[in-house]
């Protein structure tokens, strides 16, 4: 497979992938008894949701890519499929800001779209569409000026809502729509029934082990621990949790977009440049949010990055997975989009809050409180 190193890159480059695909093919002397997925075709190239292109060649069980983000840096990556899980290692090249390395695993969720489950050390893209692909299969592939289809229905939910929440773990909480001290209702959705839990709520979201932080219409934050509600520091108008535990608010105070924001340090909030009105975590801990104005930010090297498009809600999980409830007034509220990493792509329906699990699950509630989960 190494003669086609020549089309990616110059011959250090070269020399750097030589190696780890020698390591990767080792890996697979060890492993004789896995089997490859025959039907993957991953050559091409490809854009993470950091923006930078790969570009991608696989050749039967073996793959590798090459990407180019300079002044930032070079990197390489080799690695084994084994159905549909790709395992390898990639490495900053010399030039770099940065020489690190580590271990990748990967899924490969179609020939169109890959999602990385897990990293040694932190690694910092997490999905990977191919550039230009239309997949009719996968509405995350289809252009944005179109409702996808999708074999993906709807479905309709007991139970009414103000706002919801979903855990890493897959555990999904609701605030209800019946008032009571605090604002209204909470849930904690077991074996397919809402179980409901003391406290009230306006704004709930849920960190990796399950728990859910809430803000109530005091604008008090809370943490739920041991089954009892702990109070914390500070005043909040909305609140993201992330997988690994990353907390990030939305203050009451006035600022330019909204109000100010705020990242949990275990004690504290700290504060952060920038202003929202809504708030989410991915899986890096850094938070997406949507500004007074409906713009769209996401913070990267501690810097905030407009995305196109404009929203009124925003949800993204561990695998940055972004979804948002738009501007454009349609049947249940606003309408749905899903981010591919470079625009947003409208899939049908309409709800007014969205909340996305680390399995692609998406649940909403829309403008009259009905639920509804998209799996």
């Not at 002044?71 to 390898?88: A, H, K, S, W, Y």
Request: glycine fraction near 14%; proline fraction near 3%.
């Amino acid at each position: 497979m190494f003669r086609y190193m020549t089309r990616l890159a110059s011959a250090g480059v070269v020399l750097v992938l030589f190696t780890i695909a020698l390591s990767a093919s080792a890996q697979r002397g060890a492993n004789q008894g896995q089997r490859s997925n025959v039907n993957l075709d991953l050559t091409g190239s490809w854009r993470d949701d950091r923006g930078r292109v790969s570009l991608v060649r696989q050749v039967d069980s073996d793959v590798c890519w090459y990407v180019d983000s300079r002044p930032d840096g070079q990197e390489v990556f080799c690695g084994l499929i084994d159905r549909n899980m790709i395992t390898g290692q990639w490495m900053d090249m010399p030039g770099s800001r940065q020489l690190t390395s580590g271990q990748l695993t990967l899924r490969v969720e179609s020939n169109n779209r890959i999602v990385k489950v897990r990293s040694t050390p932190r690694y910092d893209a997490s999905t990977w569409n191919r550039e230009d692909s239309r997949d009719s299969r996968d509405p995350r592939f289809s252009s944005n000026n179109e409702v996808a289809p999708s074999d993906k229905a709807w479905e309709l939910l007991a139970g009414s809502g103000r706002d919801i929440g979903v855990g890493n773990d897959g555990s999904v909480w609701l605030i209800g729509a019946d008032k009571t001290p605090g604002g209204y209702s909470i849930f904690n959705r077991s074996r397919n029934q809402w179980n409901r839990v003391d406290g009230g709520a306006v704004r709930i979201d849920v960190d990796g082990m399950g728990n859910p932080w809430i803000v109530n219409s005091d604008g008090v934050i809370f943490r739920r621990e041991r089954n009892q509600w702990q109070t914390l520091p500070g005043a909040a108008s909305d609140i993201g949790a992330g997988a690994q535990g990353d907390v990030w608010i939305t203050g009451t105070n006035p600022v330019p977009g909204g109000f100010g924001i705020y990242r949990w340090t275990g004690r504290e909030w700290a504060s952060v440049d920038g202003g929202a009105v809504r708030i989410d975590v991915d899986g890096m801990g850094n938070p997406w949010i949507v500004n007074s104005d409906g713009v769209v930010f996401r913070r990267e090297r501690n810097q905030w990055q407009r995305l196109p498009g404009a929203a009124r809600d925003i949800s993204v999980n561990a695998t940055s997975d972004a979804w948002v409830i738009g501007t454009d007034p349609v049947a249940g509220g606003f309408g749905i989009h899903h981010w591919t990493g470079r625009d947003w792509v409208t899939v049908a329906g309409g709800g007014t809050q969205i909340s996305v699990g680390s399995n692609g699950v998406v649940y909403i509630v829309n403008s009259a409180g009905a639920i509804y989960r998209r799996q």
